[in-house]
């Protein structure tokens, strides 16, 4: 059988074979039943097998993506690596603790019984991953799934192949594959997964392929987690850092060529600080890619990761500018390896598409704005975004603007570093998601968790019939003053 890569490169994607697929799904339903007992050791060695994986093949890693999408090694670093290896130490250090049963006190019903809630892994799980972050977004679900006992079948996309293959490569390499396998494929091979039954599926991707996800998934009713996208608002009040907030959002925005599903994606800034703050968004680029000139050239900026996308991305920027924006910087060059500038948009319609549709590509349009109150409005006119970003220096400003919006997960004065906290949720709501992944919250996502009641010396005898006299009585004063 051809390769993923060879495939791409004859213009087709390979789809998996469905029988080997099957075959797979039937060994690891078999294995996950004999995992339901693993212990902590057993799941945290092969967390680390995958995380010495990380270091050893970390030269193969910056070579995929590269041929993947021209991404920087130290951006690889930062961006696939850094976030599986923290996962994978964080889950190390934390994994005994979250499979301890916990213990639950008795309400006064329940006086006489002991309680506890129980992890148990859910059995046989799918990862379905997108390509923006090909490693970080495959392997950093998988240590979770790892973490909380079960089996995994991991779909990579199809978009960066040479990821693609190097991760089939490192799982087939470390893990039996009755434990950890990759399909690889594209559509076809995730419609044929969707209609398989298993116990959980992770997908990470866009709203519409989310909806199919859930819609496929409904059929046996297996639960899901679904991390998508979405347009993710940035508010710069007048109060804000200038420099400090152009700097951290040039960063947010243009790193992974603005390919991120938490990247900030247009921005409403205050008209009192307006044109300083688009000067200062000017000098912040060109401190990260240099003159406009030399940015093409520049080696810590990566590329849009196909000839569709960047036909997408050019056209949204046409498409504003026919109606009447201005390119404050950036703009499209000529149609050199996928490559457009890191682009500055202002005076944009409010109907052109860039303000429509998730970007996902180096285009950022700014709004200017007076009234608080109407950007708040706009924002919760749309679907709630997976990430929003409020600069400011004003207290109560930033407190109005958590308090009255809804998004997956916000940051005060920086973007995208959400991400990198072990501690917290990262997931959307709505639109943007459902359920949650990162640590803790990760695991409890691959984990069902089971209700115990021990019987001890309960009056639950006391409920049953004949519903008379004494018993009677006592289930008129339980349902008044026992529950
Ligand atoms: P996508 O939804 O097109 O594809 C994701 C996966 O779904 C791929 O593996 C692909 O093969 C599969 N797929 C595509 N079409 C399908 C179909 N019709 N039926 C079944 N499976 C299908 O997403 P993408 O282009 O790879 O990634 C970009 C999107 O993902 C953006 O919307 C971005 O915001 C979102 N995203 C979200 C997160 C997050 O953590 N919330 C992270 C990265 C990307």
Same mark, same amino acid.
């Given at each position: 059988?051809?390769?993923?890569?060879?495939?791409?490169?004859?213009?087709? #994607?390979?789809?998996?074979?469905? /029988?080997?697929?099957?075959?797979? %799904? +039937? *060994?690891?339903?078999?294995?996950? !039943?004999?995992?339901?007992?693993?212990?902590?050791?057993?799941?945290?060695?092969?967390?680390?097998?995958?995380?010495?994986?990380?270091?050893?093949?970390?030269?193969?890693?910056?070579?995929?993506?590269?041929?993947?999408?021209?991404?920087?090694?130290?951006?690889?670093?930062?961006?696939?690596?850094?976030?599986?290896?923290?996962?994978?130490?964080?889950?190390?250090?934390?994994?005994?603790?979250?499979?301890?049963?916990?213990?639950?006190?008795?309400?006064?019903?329940?006086?006489?019984?002991?309680?506890?809630?129980?992890?148990?892994?859910?059995?046989?799980?799918?990862?379905?991953?997108?390509?923006?972050? #090909?490693?970080?977004?495959?392997? /950093?679900?998988?240590?979770?799934? %790892? +973490? *909380?006992?079960?089996?995994?079948? !991991?779909?990579?996309?199809?978009?960066?192949?040479?990821?693609?293959?190097?991760?089939?490569?490192?799982?087939?390499?470390?893990?039996?594959?009755?434990?950890?396998?990759?399909?690889?494929?594209?559509?076809?091979?995730?419609?044929?997964?969707?209609?398989?039954?298993?116990?959980?599926?992770?997908?990470?991707?866009?709203?519409?392929?989310?909806?199919?996800?859930?819609?496929?998934?409904?059929?046996?009713?297996?639960?899901?987690?679904?991390?998508?996208?979405?347009?993710?608002?940035?508010?710069?009040?007048?109060?804000?850092?200038?420099?400090?907030?152009?700097?951290?959002?040039?960063?947010?925005?243009?790193?992974?060529?603005?390919?991120?599903?938490?990247?900030?994606?247009?921005?409403?800034?205050?008209?009192?600080i307006l044109d300083s703050f688009v000067?200062?968004?000017?000098?912040?680029?060109?401190?990260?890619?240099?003159?406009?000139?030399?940015?093409?050239?520049?080696?810590?900026?990566?590329?849009?990761?196909?000839?569709?996308?960047?036909?997408?991305?050019?056209?949204?920027?046409?498409d504003a500018t026919e109606r009447g924006?201005?390119?404050?910087?950036?703009?499209?060059?000529?149609?050199?390896?996928?490559?457009?500038?890191?682009?500055?948009?202002?005076?944009?319609?409010?109907?052109?598409?860039?303000?429509?549709?998730?970007?996902?590509?180096?285009?950022l349009p700014i709004i200017p704005f007076?009234?608080?109150?109407?950007?708040?409005?706009?924002?919760?006119?749309?679907?709630?975004?997976?990430?929003?970003?409020?600069?400011?220096?004003?207290?109560?400003?930033?407190?109005?603007?958590?308090?009255?919006?809804?998004?997956?997960?916000?940051?005060?004065?920086?973007?995208?570093?959400?991400?990198?906290?072990?501690?917290?949720?990262?997931?959307?709501?709505?639109?943007?998601?459902?359920?949650?992944?990162?640590?803790?919250?990760?695991?409890?996502?691959?984990?069902?968790?089971?209700?115990?009641?021990?019987?001890?010396?309960?009056?639950?005898?006391?409920?049953?019939?004949?519903?008379?006299?004494?018993?009677?009585?006592?289930?008129?004063?339980?349902?008044?003053?026992?529950?």
């Amino acid at each position: 059988m051809s390769t993923a890569v060879e495939n791409i490169a004859a213009g087709a #994607p390979a789809e998996a074979d469905h /029988g080997r697929t099957e075959r797979l %799904l +039937a *060994a690891q339903q078999v294995k996950a !039943l004999s995992l339901r007992t693993s212990t902590a050791a057993e799941r945290i060695e092969k967390i680390k097998r995958l995380r010495q994986a990380m270091f050893d093949r970390s030269e193969q890693i910056y070579k995929a993506c590269h041929a993947d999408f021209a991404k920087p090694a130290p951006e690889v670093d930062i961006t696939e690596i850094l976030p599986v290896v923290m996962e994978a130490n964080h889950a190390i250090r934390h994994l005994k603790g979250w499979m301890k049963p916990e213990r639950k006190r008795p309400t006064l019903l329940m006086f006489g019984t002991s309680a506890e809630v129980r992890n148990e892994p859910k059995g046989v799980c799918l990862i379905i991953s997108p390509w923006n972050y #090909p490693i970080n977004l495959s392997f /950093g679900p998988l240590i979770s799934a %790892l +973490a *909380a006992g079960n089996t995994v079948i !991991l779909k990579p996309s199809e978009m960066t192949p040479h990821c693609a293959q190097l991760m089939d490569e490192i799982v087939a390499d470390i893990f039996d594959e009755d434990e950890v396998a990759v399909v690889q494929g594209a559509v076809q091979t995730s419609q044929h997964l969707l209609g398989l039954h298993f116990d959980h599926i992770f997908f990470t991707g866009s709203p519409a392929v989310g909806k199919i996800v859930m819609r496929a998934a409904a059929e046996h009713l297996t639960s899901v987690t679904l991390e998508l996208g979405g347009k993710s608002p940035v508010i710069v009040d007048k109060t804000a850092d200038i420099n400090k907030s152009a700097k951290n959002l040039a960063w947010g925005k243009f790193a992974n060529n603005g390919q991120t599903c938490i990247a900030p994606d247009y921005m409403y800034v205050h008209t009192d600080i307006l044109d300083s703050f688009v000067e200062a968004m000017r000098k912040a680029m060109t401190k990260l890619y240099g003159d406009q000139a030399q940015m093409a050239s520049n080696g810590d900026y990566c590329r849009i990761v196909n000839d569709k996308h960047y036909a997408r991305v050019k056209s949204l920027i046409d498409d504003a500018t026919e109606r009447g924006a201005r390119v404050s910087m950036g703009g499209v060059e000529a149609n050199n390896d996928n490559y457009i500038a890191p682009t500055l948009l202002t005076d944009v319609d409010h109907d052109a598409r860039v303000l429509q549709e998730e970007i996902f590509g180096p285009v950022l349009p700014i709004i200017p704005f007076t009234d608080a109150d109407r950007v708040i409005d706009q924002i919760n006119a749309q679907p709630k975004p997976l990430a929003l970003y409020v600069f400011a220096r004003d207290k109560d400003f930033i407190d109005k603007v958590l308090s009255n919006t809804s998004a997956g997960g916000s940051c005060v004065n920086h973007s995208m570093v959400q991400f990198l906290h072990a501690n917290l949720p990262f997931g959307g709501v709505n639109n943007s998601g459902l359920g949650n992944s990162h640590g803790h919250y990760g695991f409890k996502a691959f984990s069902h968790e089971r209700a115990v009641v021990r019987e001890r010396f309960s009056l639950s005898f006391l409920f049953l019939p004949p519903y008379k006299g004494f018993t009677r009585w006592f289930i008129k004063f339980a349902t008044r003053w026992l529950v």
